[in-house]
């Protein structure tokens, strides 16, 4: 009783120590606060051996304390001693180990400051001591569904000055870090019955590749054999209940090993769903899932990995701005204001309404307006003169506006001489510009005069434009050149 009330203050204190604020998920995190390791001095241990995991930082950028608690097998190894790397943290670390299986750790920052530290720099080691069999699973995993030690946290300090939190804590990029211990001779191990599932289990290792084993009964009857190609492979058979069995191991040798066993009723393993965890992120499948006794190599027990093909996205992962639901909480892009943008590629201030793009921030060459009928002309838009009868819909009206053959446009306004050989003279209502253009659709001549010198043009037809001082087209004529 009195180990559980430390472990309750340890937890208390962890949460009234470490700063508290807004969710940091609003205003976004470069990467998340990742604890990269390394095993020394190699990454092979044995079974009474020692070693030591250096943790290492990997964005750790204006932090003012973190909390987090790693899962590990006490029955595999045992934790002989915990130290914080001097001159690297601003404060001390606070350990929290009973070598029950569970470590937690809390830091928070001495001067109430966020911290940054370059990545790669190691701030404190955990030495323990192989006690397993060999062919053992090293690991460490990080816990944040006990109710007893703390859960993962990351308090950052804000660029305003507030403070923050996160419970995004990464370890190796995942949510653990394994390793195998090694095996100085040819052996059977991990052998796990389940007898309520049927199910017997084992590993091997120490011999020449491919082993040949087999499972005979108590009346020396061959109920199961098989290949194996790998030390890493799990043999699972089924249909094994109550009674003895021999498992026998041959390697490409001809070395031959043997171990008894006996299954009881209702072994203690306990038949379990697992999830494939495709993407190795420590979230499994929503479906894909089967049932055992212990927890293959890729599952994990949890469901909740919405895109099990992508690391990148899950529980624990940060929201973005990019259409997907990278948390997995059923929202997209919760905390930003996504916008439906449209391309712009002729740069003309129009945006072309069949190629578009969700954003929320404003990107090169993109435009919220919809309106161009022709994106890759930036003389055709909404607000381009309409040129008359060449056949081109300059405004994206939806029309060219092409003159009759026997009427020009001409409400207001009459031209004199019409065909003329110099000049021409405007008669009728005030209008601020015309615009003469050739059979061609080009402009040779632009003024606000009512007398307009045609001398310099060639002999043919010509259209003039006339228009207001908002830039309205108000009169249209066909003129001849002599």
């Known amino acids: 009783m009195k180990h ?3 472990l309750l203050l340890f937890w208390l204190s962890a949460h009234i120590i470490v700063a508290q604020g807004f969710d940091c998920d609003s205003i976004g995190i470069a990467g998340p606060l990742n604890f990269v390791t390394e095993l020394v001095p190699s990454d092979t241990i044995c079974n009474g051996e020692s070693a030591c995991i250096e943790i290492t930082t990997e964005n750790f950028n204006d932090i003012i304390g973190f909390q987090y608690t790693l899962v590990y097998d006490p029955e ?5 001693g915990l130290s914080q790397m001097p001159g690297r943290l601003v404060g001390s670390i606070s350990f929290n180990n009973s070598n029950d299986g569970y470590l937690a750790t809390i830091w928070t920052n001495s001067n109430s400051t966020g911290q940054t530290i370059l990545d790669g720099v190691s701030i404190y ?3 323990f001591t192989v006690i397993g069999e060999a062919n053992n699973d090293v690991k460490f995993s990080i816990e944040n569904n ?3 030690y703390p859960s993962s946290e990351v308090n950052y300090l804000t660029e305003d000055g507030e403070s923050c939190s996160s419970d995004s804590l ?4 995942s949510d653990h870090v394994s390793y195998k211990t090694c095996c100085p001779e040819f052996s059977i191990t991990n052998v796990t019955s389940c007898e309520e599932a049927g199910i017997l289990s084992f590993r091997n290792c120490g011999g020449s590749l491919p082993y040949q084993a087999s499972l005979t009964d108590d009346q020396n009857i061959v109920l199961h054999t098989t290949t194996i190609n790998s030390d890493e492979d799990v043999t699972i058979w089924d249909n094994i209940y109550q009674g003895e069995y021999t498992i026998e191991l041959t390697d490409a040798s001809n070395n031959t090993i043997k171990e008894i066993i006996t299954i009881s009723d209702n072994e203690a393993t306990v038949l379990t769903t697992y999830y494939r965890d495709n993407d190795l992120d420590g979230y ?3 479906v894909d899932r089967i049932e ?6 890729g599952y994990v027990i949890n469901n909740e990995d919405c895109n099990d093909d992508d690391p990148s996205i899950n529980p624990d992962a940060i929201e973005i701005c990019d259409g997907i639901d990278n948390n ?3 929202s997209t892009d919760e905390g930003f204001d996504p916008m439906i943008f449209y391309y712009d590629l002729d740069d003309d201030g129009y945006g072309d309404p069949d190629n578009t793009v969700i954003t929320c921030e404003t990107l090169s060459n993109i435009t919220t307006d919809n309106t161009d009928c022709d994106d890759t002309n930036p003389d055709i838009n909404p607000g381009a003169m309409e040129i008359l009868g060449n056949g081109i819909d300059d405004n994206c009206d939806g029309r060219d506006n092409t003159t009759s053959t026997e009427n020009d446009y001409n409400p207001s306004h009459s031209i004199f001489p019409n065909p003329a050989y110099s000049s021409i003279q405007i008669h009728g209502r005030a209008f601020s510009k015309a615009i003469l253009y050739n059979t061609y659709g080009q402009s040779v001549i632009e003024t606000a005069q009512s007398t307009i010198d045609i001398s310099i043009l060639s002999r043919g037809l010509y259209l003039i434009h006339l228009y207001d001082e908002k830039r309205s087209l108000i009169s249209t004529h066909r003129i001849i050149k002599l």
């Not at 990464?170 to 990029?173: D, G, V």
């Not at 055992?292 to 190599?297: E, G, I, K, M, R």
């Open 4 to 6: 559980l009330c430390n």
């Open 76 to 80: 595999v190894i045992e934790i002989i």
């Open 125 to 127: 080691v955990i030495c």
């Open 146 to 148: 006990n109710n007893v």
């Open 170 to 173: 990464l370890l190796n990029s």
């Open 284 to 286: 499994g499948h929503l």
């Open 292 to 297: 055992s006794c212990f927890q293959p190599d």
């Open 328 to 330: 997995c909480d059923s």
